[in-house]
C-alpha cells in the first residue's frame, strides 16, 4: 500500500519561507513521479509543482515567478517543496501526489494523472 505523509506547513509571514516535505513508502520512490498541488477555501485544487520520475525534468505554474522549488532525495524516498518570498495568497492546503504515468521524462501536471495522495499540509501566510 502506498502512502505520502506530509509535514512542514505552517504559519508565517508575508515574506517568509517553509519547507515542505512528502514521505512515501510502499513503492519504489524512483519509479515514481512527483507533484504538488495546493487548495485554497472554496476554490479547485491546482497544480503548483512537479518533477519527473527521472528527476531532471521540472514544471511550475506560471504564477509563482520563481518562488518555490521541487527537490527529492531518492535515498530517503522523500520530495520537498521549498516555499519563499511567501505571499497571503498562498494560504491553502498542499498536497503532495505520486503516480507513473508516461515515460520517465515525462512532467506530470493534472490531478488525474496522479494514482497516489497525501494527507495535505496546511500553509497559512499572513500580511
Known amino acids: 500500500q502506498v502512502q505520502l505523509v506530509e509535514s512542514g506547513g505552517g504559519e508565517v509571514q508575508a515574506g517568509g519561507s517553509l519547507r515542505l516535505s512528502c514521505e512515501v513508502s510502499?513503492?519504489?520512490?524512483?519509479?515514481?513521479?512527483v507533484g504538488w498541488f495546493r487548495q485554497a477555501p472554496g476554490k479547485d485544487r491546482e497544480f503548483v509543482a512537479a518533477?519527473?520520475?527521472?528527476?531532471?525534468?521540472?514544471r511550475y505554474v506560471d504564477s509563482l515567478q520563481g518562488r518555490f522549488i521541487i527537490s527529492t532525495d531518492n535515498a530517503k524516498s522523500t520530495a520537498y517543496l521549498q516555499l519563499d518570498s511567501l505571499k497571503p495568497e498562498d494560504t491553502a492546503v498542499y498536497y503532495c501526489?505520486?503516480?507513473?504515468?508516461?515515460?520517465?521524462?515525462?512532467?506530470?501536471?493534472?490531478?488525474?494523472?496522479?494514482?497516489?495522495w497525501g494527507q495535505g499540509t496546511q500553509v497559512t501566510v499572513s500580511s
Open positions: 518533477i519527473s520520475r527521472n528527476r531532471i525534468n521540472t
Open positions: 510502499g513503492r519504489t520512490f524512483s519509479y515514481l513521479a
Open positions: 501526489a505520486a503516480g507513473s504515468a508516461g515515460s520517465t521524462s515525462f512532467v506530470l501536471s493534472k490531478v488525474a494523472e496522479y494514482d497516489y
